[in-house]
C-alpha cells in the first residue's frame, strides 16, 4: 500500500478476488475490476501504471462529484424514509405490547368461563322446557278458540279455510303431545262433529252453486263470470272478499274443501247421484219465472215467442251449469288427496256425462210442449242409442200410464255404473216401500213431472239451511244424510201441470235457434274452444222432430190447404203493406200466406231451407196447376163439341193466346202494352196488325155464339185471376230477389208472419247463403216467369173476348138481318143492341178488377176494329135498300154513341164505316167520279164490295156494266 492509500497486489492475487466477489456486485463494477488487472497485468513499468492510476483517479474524482451531486438530491428524501422506518418500528413494539395484554385477558376469561359452564348448561335446558311449555299452551289456545273461528269463516263462507282449520285442530288434538290433555276432550268430540257435518253443508252449498239456486238473490255474480277459464294453480281463497264474486272459483273452493276433508268421493256420488233431480228442479224453476215474466208483461205471447223466451232462460242457465260442472271436474282431478275418490266404487263423473243428462231433461222438457205423439219415448231415446253417449238401458224404459204425460221416461238410472261388488242385504223395507221398489217410479219431479214452482223456492230455503243436529241426524253416515237431503226435492205435494202455452208442432221455430246455439257453444267448450260435434242427442232429436214430424206435417198442411181451395172463389179486398188494398182471390191470398209461412219457416229453420224451398216451389207449382185449371173452365165453351173455329173445348180466344200464335207477341210489342206493363219488346218480323190477325183467323167461318165466354161472372173471374197472378208474380219475383241479396230481409214481405228469432243474423244468413243455391233460385224464377205468363194470358183472353164478341154480334147482324127493307125496318138491329149492353156490362164488371188504365187497354182500337169489321162484313150483304142503309148507320151510330159513354170520348174511327155505308146512297158512277174528285179513300177490294152491293141491290140487274166498273176502278186506283 502506497501513500495514496492504493493497495497494490500482483496480478495472480488480483484475478483471485476478482473470481471470488461477491455475486451481489454490479456486473459494470466487476467489468471494471477486471479491466484494471488486465491492464495492470500487460504494463511494462511503473509510469504506465502511475498513468493509469492517474486516469483513474480522475474518474474517482468525477464519481465523487456525481455522488455527492446524487446524495444531496437524495437527503431529504432519505430522512424521511429513515423516519417513517423508526415510526413503523415503533407501533410495531406497540402493538406487541398490546396483544401481550390481550393474551393475559383471554386466558383470565377462559379460566372463568371453566367456572360458569355447567350452570349455564342447566339454564338452557330450563330455556327449552320453557319454550316447549308455552308452544303448547299456544296450542292448547289455538285448539280452544277453532270453534270461534270455524263458525266465523263459515259465516263468510270461506269454506276451505274452515275446513283447512278444522282438519289441522283435530290433528293438533290428536297428536302425542295433546293426546293427554283431558282438558281438550270436549272442544276434540265438538271439531270432531263439525267435521262430519261440514261435507254435507259443502256438498249442499256445491249443489246451491252448481245449479243457480242463488242467483236470484245475489248481484255479484254475473254471467259473463262463468265464461271464464279455469286457471293453471289451485284457488285462491282471500279473506278480505266475497268468494261466491267468482263463482267458478268458489266452486273449486268447495271442492278442494272436500278433500281436505277426506270427503271428496261421497260429494262426487253425492253430486252425480242427484244430477237428474237437480237438473229437473232447475228446468222446472225456469218455466216457473218466464211463466210470471209472461204474466206480467202486457202483450200475450204466441206459443212460439213463448218457447223462444223459455228456452233463451233455460240454455243461458244450463251453459253455466256445465261451465260449472266442468270447472269442478278439473279441480277433482288436480286433488292430490283425492284416494277416497279412487277406492270408491262408483268413480268419479266425466263431462259428456253432464252434457248427456243435460240433453235428456232438455228433451224431456220439449216434449211437453211439441206435439211428439204417442211414440215420444221411442224418439227421445233414439237420439240416445247411437253408442256416441251414455244412455239409460232400453229395459228400464218403462210405459207411461194413461194418464202420464207422452213424455215421461224412466232415467233413475242414467248414470248408474256397472255394480263392483254385491252389496249387503237392506232391511226389510215397509210395506209402502216395498211396494215402490216393485215398480221402479218413473222419471218425475216432485211425484212426477208436474212444476211445482210453489214449493222449489221453500225447498231450496230448506236445503240451504244448516242441518239440525238431531239424533238422528247425528246417527246418519255423511252418505245417508246426502240422499235425505236429496229426497227433500221429491217430498213436495203434487200439483197440477203448469203449461205455458198449447202444445202443438209449430214451437219448434222457437226453440230450433236457441237449441242449435246452445249445443254448437256446449260441443265448443267440451272440445277446448274448437268447433265441437253437430251429432248430439239433443241436436238429433230437434233434427228428427224438424224432419219427421214438423215438415211432414207442413207437406200435409199445404196438401190440405191446397184441396181446400174452392175452384169459384171470389176476390176480396186484400191489403198489402206500404200500399192501397186490391182485389185479390182467397186462393192467392191463401197461397202467399203459406208462402209466408215457408219463408218464415227458412227463417226460423236456416238449416232445413233446402227442403223448405223445395217446399215452396213444390207449392208454386200445385197453385199453377191450380189456376190453370181454373183458366181451362172459366175459358170453357157451353158447347163441348168442336165447332168452325174451335177444335176443343176452350173458346176462340184461348185458341188465339196460346204459344206460337202471333197475337201476345203482338199485343205486347205495343205501345199501350210498354205504358201499362213497362216492358219494351221487339215486335215480330212480318208484323200484322190485331185486326188483321183475328180476321185472318176467322176468315169466312160464322163465329158461333159457343165460341166466346157468355157467362158474366166468368169474364169477372179471368179478370180476377189476372189481376191476382200478376201480383203473385211480383210477389214470387220479390222472394227470389230478396233470397239472392239478403235472405233475412224476406221476413219484411209478411209483417204478420216474422220470424220467431230475430237473433244469431250472421249465423242464419251464412246458413241460408250457403244452402241457397242457384238452381233453387232459377226454379222460383220460373215459377214467377209461369204466373206471369199465366196473368198476361188472362188479360189476352179478355182483350180477344171483346173482339170475338163484336165479331159475333156484327157479322151475326150483316148475315142474319134484313137491310132491303122498308121505312118499318129502320130500327137499331138487336144484334148491335146486344153488343152495346155487353160491351157496357163488360166494361162496368171488369174495371172493379183490373182497374181504370187496364180497362183502357182492353177498349183500345176497339172502335177501329169495328170499323174494319162493319167494312169487311158488307160483303155479307145481299141486298140493301135506301132504309136499310139508313139502317145500317143507325147501327154504327148507336155503337159510336156507347163507345163515347165507355171511353168518355168519341171514337172518330166509326166515322169511316159511317163513309163507307154512305156510298151505298150513291149509283156507281158516282163512287166512281168520287174517287177521281178525291181519290180513294178505302181500299180497291172495299170499292169492288160497294159496286158490287149496289148493282147487286138493283131491280135489274146489270153485269156487264158491274164489270165495266169493276175495270174502271181497277184503273183508276192504278192511276192514283
Not at 132491303?820 to 160491351?839: A, H
Request: proline share 5%; hydrophobic share 40%; with cysteine.
Amino acid at each position: 500500500i502506497g501513500s495514496t492509500g492504493i493497495e497494490f497486489v500482483s496480478v495472480p492475487e488480483a484475478m483471485s478476488r476478482a473470481k471470488y466477489a461477491s455475486p451481489d456486485g454490479d456486473d459494470d463494477e466487476q467489468s471494471m475490476l477486471a479491466s484494471v488487472i488486465n491492464q495492470l497485468s500487460k504494463s511494462g513499468n511503473i509510469h504506465e501504471r502511475a498513468d493509469h492510476r492517474k486516469k483513474l483517479e480522475d474518474k474517482l474524482e468525477v464519481m465523487d462529484e456525481e455522488l455527492g451531486e446524487f446524495v444531496g438530491a437524495h437527503q431529504e428524501s432519505f430522512y424521511h424514509a429513515l423516519h417513517g422506518f423508526f415510526s413503523a418500528v415503533e407501533q410495531i413494539d406497540d402493538a406487541k405490547g398490546r396483544i401481550d395484554t390481550l393474551r393475559s385477558a383471554l386466558t383470565s376469561c377462559k379460566l372463568l368461563l371453566q367456572c360458569k359452564r355447567d350452570n349455564i348448561r342447566q339454564l338452557w335446558i330450563e330455556h327449552l322446557e320453557y319454550k316447549e311449555t308455552l308452544r303448547l299452551l299456544d296450542k292448547i289456545d289455538e285448539v280452544k278458540k277453532a270453534p270461534a273461528r270455524i263458525d266465523k269463516f263459515i259465516g263468510s263462507r270461506h269454506y276451505l279455510h274452515a275446513s283447512q282449520l278444522v282438519v289441522d285442530a283435530i290433528n293438533m288434538c290428536e297428536n302425542e303431545a295433546l293426546a293427554p290433555v283431558k282438558a281438550l276432550s270436549e272442544v276434540y268430540r265438538d271439531l270432531c262433529r263439525r267435521r262430519d257435518r261440514m261435507p254435507n253443508l259443502l256438498v249442499e252449498e256445491l249443489h246451491a252453486h252448481l245449479y243457480l239456486k242463488r242467483d236470484a238473490g245475489r248481484s255479484d255474480a254475473t254471467p259473463a263470470a262463468y265464461l271464464e277459464d279455469a286457471p293453471a294453480g289451485d284457488p285462491e281463497e282471500d279473506l278480505d272478499t266475497s268468494p261466491e264474486a267468482d263463482p267458478l272459483n268458489y266452486v273449486a273452493l268447495l271442492v278442494t274443501a272436500l278433500g281436505v276433508l277426506g270427503r271428496l268421493g261421497e260429494a262426487v256420488a253425492a253430486v252425480r247421484d242427484r244430477m237428474k233431480t237437480e237438473l229437473s228442479l232447475l228446468l222446472e224453476k225456469g218455466v216457473a219465472q218466464v211463466s210470471e215474466q209472461i204474466s206480467t208483461a202486457a202483450e200475450k205471447l204466441s206459443g212460439p215467442l213463448t218457447m223462444n223466451k223459455l228456452m233463451l232462460h233455460t240454455y243461458e242457465r244450463l251453459l253455466r251449469v256445465v261451465r260449472t260442472h266442468m270447472r269442478v271436474l278439473v279441480q277433482i282431478r288436480r286433488q292430490k288427496r283425492g284416494v277416497d275418490l279412487l277406492k270408491s266404487p262408483r268413480g268419479t263423473y266425466s263431462e259428456r256425462e253432464v252434457w248427456s243428462a243435460v240433453q235428456l231433461e232438455v228433451e224431456l222438457l220439449l216434449c211437453q210442449y211439441l206435439d211428439v205423439g204417442s211414440d215420444s219415448q221411442a224418439v227421445v231415446m233414439a237420439t240416445f242409442n247411437d253408442g256416441s253417449v251414455a244412455a239409460p238401458a232400453r229395459a228400464e224404459v218403462e210405459e207411461a200410464p194413461a194418464s202420464a204425460p207422452d213424455c215421461m221416461v224412466l232415467t233413475d238410472s242414467f248414470f248408474a255404473p256397472a255394480p263392483a261388488k254385491k252389496p249387503a242385504p237392506a232391511p226389510a223395507p215397509a210395506p209402502r216401500d216395498a211396494e215402490r221398489r216393485r215398480d221402479p217410479p218413473l222419471f218425475r219431479f216432485a211425484n212426477s213431472q208436474n212444476a211445482i214452482a210453489e214449493t222449489s223456492v221453500s225447498a231450496e230455503r230448506a236445503m240451504r239451511d244448516e242441518p239440525t243436529e238431531s239424533s238422528e241426524d247425528q246417527s246418519m253416515s255423511p252418505t245417508l244424510q246426502a240422499v235425505s237431503l236429496a229426497d227433500r226435492y221429491t217430498s213436495g205435494v203434487t200439483t197440477t201441470r203448469h203449461m205455458l202455452c198449447k202444445r202443438e208442432t209449430g214451437n219448434i221455430t222457437g226453440i230450433f235457434k236457441p237449441t242449435v246455439l246452445f249445443t254448437d257453444e256446449v260441443e265448443a267448450v267440451l272440445a277446448g274452444g274448437m268447433a265441437g260435434s253437430r251429432n248430439s242427442p239433443l241436436r238429433k232429436f230437434v233434427d228428427q222432430f224438424v224432419r219427421r214430424i214438423y215438415i211432414t206435417e207442413m207437406k200435409e198442411h199445404i196438401r190440405s190447404s191446397m184441396m181446400s181451395l174452392s175452384d169459384n172463389d171470389h176476390p176480396s179486398e186484400h191489403t198489402v203493406t206500404g200500399k192501397a188494398p186490391r182485389l185479390l182471390l182467397q186462393s192467392t191470398v191463401s197461397v202467399h200466406r203459406l208462402l209466408g209461412r215457408l219463408c218464415s219457416a227458412m227463417l226460423d229453420l236456416p238449416h232445413y231451407c233446402g227442403e223448405i224451398v223445395k217446399m215452396a216451389d213444390s207449392l208454386l207449382s200445385q197453385y199453377h196447376g191450380l189456376s190453370h185449371n181454373r183458366f181451362n173452365i172459366l175459358t170453357r165453351s157451353k158447347r163441348q163439341e168442336p165447332s168452325e173455329l174451335r177444335s176443343g173445348p176452350a173458346v176462340v180466344s184461348v185458341s188465339m193466346t196460346e204459344p206460337g200464335q202471333p197475337l201476345p207477341d203482338t199485343l205486347r210489342a205495343s205501345d199501350a202494352w210498354t205504358s201499362l206493363f213497362g216492358e219494351d219488346k221487339e215486335a215480330p218480323y212480318l208484323q200484322l196488325t190485331e185486326t188483321d190477325i183475328i180476321l185472318d183467323f176467322i176468315g169466312d167461318h160464322e163465329v158461333d155464339k159457343t165460341d166466346y165466354v157468355i157467362d158474366m161472372n166468368n169474364l169477372r173471374g179471368l179478370a180476377g185471376l189476372h189481376e191476382s197472378l200478376l201480383w203473385f208474380s211480383e210477389r214470387v219475383s220479390a222472394v227470389v230477389s230478396h233470397l239472392k241479396d239478403n235472405p233475412l230481409s224476406i221476413g219484411t214481405m209478411w209483417p204478420t208472419e216474422m220470424p220467431v228469432v230475430s237473433l244469431d243474423d250472421d249465423v242464419s244468413g251464412t246458413e241460408l247463403r250457403r244452402q241457397i243455391t242457384a238452381d233453387m233460385l232459377a226454379r222460383m224464377s220460373a215459377r214467377a216467369a209461369e204466373f206471369k205468363l199465366l196473368a198476361e194470358k188472362c188479360l189476352i183472353t179478355l182483350w180477344m173476348e171483346l173482339r170475338i164478341r163484336a165479331c159475333y154480334c156484327l157479322f151475326s147482324a150483316l148475315r142474319k138481318s134484313n137491310y132491303n127493307c122498308d121505312i118499318n125496318g129502320v130500327e137499331t138491329d138487336r144484334f148491335v143492341v146486344q153488343l152495346n149492353k155487353d160491351m157496357y156490362a163488360i166494361d162496368e164488371a171488369l174495371v172493379t178488377y183490373i182497374g181504370r188504365p187496364k180497362m183502357d187497354f182492353l177498349l183500345e182500337r176497339l172502335p177501329s176494329f169495328i170499323a174494319t169489321l162493319l167494312i169487311r162484313g158488307m160483303r155479307f150483304i145481299q141486298r140493301v135498300s135506301e132504309h136499310g142503309v139508313r139502317r145500317m148507320c143507325r147501327n154504327i151510330f148507336a155503337l159510336q154513341q156507347n163507345l163515347t159513354n165507355i171511353t168518355k170520348s168519341r171514337p172518330a174511327e166509326l166515322d169511316r164505316a159511317m163513309q163507307y155505308y154512305e156510298l151505298l146512297y150513291d149509283r156507281p158512277e158516282e163512287v166512281l167520279q168520287g174517287v177521281v174528285a178525291h181519290g180513294p179513300a178505302f181500299a180497291e177490294s172495299e170499292y169492288r164490295v160497294v159496286l158490287s152491293l149496289i148493282t147487286q141491290s138493283m131491280r135489274v140487274v146489270d153485269s156487264a156494266a158491274l164489270e165495266q166498273n169493276l175495270r174502271d176502278l181497277r184503273l183508276l186506283c192504278q192511276q192514283i
